[in-house]
């Protein structure tokens, strides 16, 4: 057991420093990746301790099995929800929705990152494919941005062709409720069809909760993602999932 609780902290911590060279010490959620690490060296060493091993199989079944149920219910729910996440990031788009809304992310400056990207080309082919289809584009100015998302977003989208007058941007939200709440005021009857066009790790919740904010004709657009941050980005959707399940917004 030690061995294989040596072998996880050694994958987590070549991960969590695989993520920092590709994305900077501020990448999103990497730090999990480096408790975890801890985390399992821990177990790796207390393993290695014969008191401990004969500590665990000294405790009585009143403990043991309470703690396993918990431990095989939570890898349940864990592989539950990826499941789903899975699931949806093979979404195809319907044909001639009334709008799509494409969700923002980080913009360095005045330029869309390459996730970002992947989701303005993603839009922007099926823009190309459905004439007849409007965009909103939403996202605020975070820290680091000369310009709200939603503005970079835009000129990106002209810059591929698509006509400014197909073009609505909502420019003040600053997470994904507020992205959906937004967009669906500015889009107004909530009967339109709507696709989401978003990264594919993310389409499952962005459905869940574009249902929860009250789109009754709504489905998923999955843009590809980064290949290297796709573990990092499932285990965070993971717990995202359970937050917003728990605070009511899916």
Not at 110 to 127: C, G, M, N, P, W
Not at 196 to 215: D, E, M, N, P, Y
Request: charged share 20%; glycine share 8%; aromatic share 12%.
């Amino acid at each position: 057991m030690n061995i294989l609780f040596g072998v996880l902290a050694l994958m987590s911590i070549v991960y969590y420093v695989a993520l920092i060279v590709y994305t900077g010490l501020r990448a999103s959620f990497s730090v999990f990746w480096l408790a975890l690490s801890v985390f399992f060296a821990g177990m790796c060493l207390l393993f290695s301790l014969r008191r401990f091993r004969l500590f665990l199989k000294g405790l009585p079944m009143w403990v043991k099995i309470p703690v396993r149920t918990t431990i095989v219910l939570g890898f349940l729910v864990f592989f539950l929800v990826e499941g789903f996440i899975l699931y949806h990031m093979c979404e195809k788009p319907e044909k001639g929705l009334d709008y799509l809304v494409v969700l923002g992310a980080q913009v360095r400056g005045e330029q869309v990152s390459k996730s970002l990207r992947y989701r303005l080309d993603t839009a922007a082919d099926y823009l190309e494919a459905n004439p007849e289809t409007r965009v909103v584009v939403t996202g605020g100015r975070g820290p680091g941005e000369d310009v709200a998302e939603a503005v970079a977003m835009r000129n990106y989208l002209m810059e591929q062709g698509i006509g400014r007058e197909r073009i609505i941007m909502e420019r003040h939200a600053v997470n994904t409720e507020q992205n959906l709440s937004y967009s669906k005021s500015l889009i107004g009857d909530t009967r339109k069809s709507v696709g989401i066009v978003t990264s594919s790790f993310h389409v499952f919740r962005a459905v869940s909760l574009a249902q929860k904010a009250g789109f009754q004709n709504v489905t998923g657009i999955a843009a590809p993602s980064v290949t290297g941050l796709l573990p990092n980005m499932m285990v965070r959707e993971f717990f995202a999932v359970l937050k917003d399940k728990f605070m009511g917004n899916m």
